[in-house]
């Protein structure tokens, strides 16, 4: 259907068609007559209308905005709307032209200049693997830091600035100046000066995208009155889930058997087993992933990466998300293979304490239902 039927049908207006097609309920596609115009599938069109025309229980409603559904609680961080990622009010694409990791803290803390210095010179144990070191920072300081409730706004915030140079210090030890901006101590870290301006532009992208599973966590946390670190060792506990900050080590898994029996092949023997693609696609963003677009317009792909692109896109229709680009940035820059986690991770935290000061803010506790599924009750009787 064209805009203009899609409308008529549904009865609605042009912005909330757009939120639909962002939230993945009704796919979009180029118009092959106008590519200036896009057409509306017209199976979604009509399923939305079923499902619009009868009156759904408020437990039917619950249960599905749990995943990809209706938003379940207000924010004013950031939103994914008309196939774009906004950070309060800021295409987040156009900010990663210019801004730094900081700046982004600064908007979404709303809190005033930011720095990721480190807080010490202190000695970091820097063995084992990155992520490990984030986790064990941050459990050392849950055990002694206070909770988050009964404290005003000015102090948090100092010590969110302060658990994020603890998390850089962790990561990198004691690399660079305190007053350089984060990506380029990771590119000073790393030896790969070249990269300075890619990892400054990740950064920014991946600083926050609205109540995806890790922040929820933290979210949740917070509600309780928990510290900060603890919030920050949730978000980084889910993040290390294999559906969520583990997509590149299944992309590399993936690389792997392409370098074997080629890109096709891979992805062939993948789909057979039942599983998603990693790194394609993203239920929000229908029509490509715009941190994705935006980040692999500054290196060019590897053969390699390249191949599985075009096999991907051409067996599945799905593009390429920004746990992609981010393993080809990787890839292009010969960054270690680590660092998609750490960029991302490093990024995210300021998203996370973003959600974790603007959830203790509202002093109210995230307290779901569970919709009873088990064995009927059995009522005993005298």
């Known amino acids: 259907m064209s805009a203009e039927q899609a409308l008529k049908f549904l009865g609605i207006r042009s912005q909330t068609l757009y939120a639909n097609v962002s939230r993945g309920r009704i796919r979009a596609k180029p118009d092959p007559k106008d590519a200036r115009r896009n057409l509306y599938n017209g199976q979604d069109i009509e399923r939305l209308t079923q499902r619009r025309a009868g009156r759904r229980s408020a437990e039917t409603v619950a249960g599905q905005a749990i995943g990809w559904g209706d938003p379940i609680l207000a924010s004013g961080i950031s939103t994914v709307a008309a196939g774009r990622l906004w950070y309060r009010g800021c295409d987040a694409v156009q900010l990663a032209e210019h801004a730094t990791l900081e700046e982004i803290a600064d908007l979404l803390w709303q809190a005033g200049p930011v720095t990721t210095g480190l807080v010490s010179r202190a000695k970091t144990n820097m063995r084992g693997a990155p992520e490990n070191r984030m986790l064990v920072a ?91 670190s603890a919030c920050l060792l949730a978000g980084l506990a889910t993040l290390t889930g294999p559906l969520h ?28 087993r039942g599983e998603p693609l990693p790194a394609f696609g993203h239920p929000l963003y229908p029509q490509g992933d715009p941190r994705a677009i935006a980040l692999m317009r500054q290196f060019k792909l590897s053969p390699m ?46 998203g996370w304490m973003a959600h974790a000061l603007e959830q203790v803010a509202t002093g109210q506790i995230i307290r779901p239902r569970a919709r009873y599924v088990g064995p009927a009750l059995v009522k005993e009787t005298a």
């Open 245 to 272: 900050g583990g997509a590149a080590r299944a992309l590399r898994f993936l690389l792997g058997n392409a370098r074997q029996i080629g890109a096709t092949n891979a992805v062939r023997e993948w789909l057979a």
């Open 305 to 350: 990466f390249a191949e599985m692109r075009t096999a991907a896109e051409g067996l599945t229709g799905d593009q390429p998300n920004v746990d992609f680009a981010l393993a080809a940035m990787a890839d292009a820059h010969g960054l270690p293979e680590h660092a998609p986690f750490v960029i991302f991770a490093l990024s995210r935290s300021v």
């Open 138 to 228: 941050m459990s050392a300081r849950v055990a002694t830091d206070p909770p988050s409730l009964g404290r005003s706004p000015a102090v948090l915030k100092s010590e969110a600035q302060s658990l994020l140079s603890a998390l850089s210090h962790a990561t990198l030890g004691a690399v660079g100046h305190a007053d350089r901006p984060l990506h380029a101590r990771l590119a000073a870290a790393w030896r790969k000066r070249a990269a300075n301006d890619v990892l400054r532009r990740a950064l920014v992208l991946l600083a926050d995208h609205e109540l995806n599973a890790s922040t929820f966590a933290v979210r949740v946390a917070a509600s309780t009155g928990a510290s900060l």
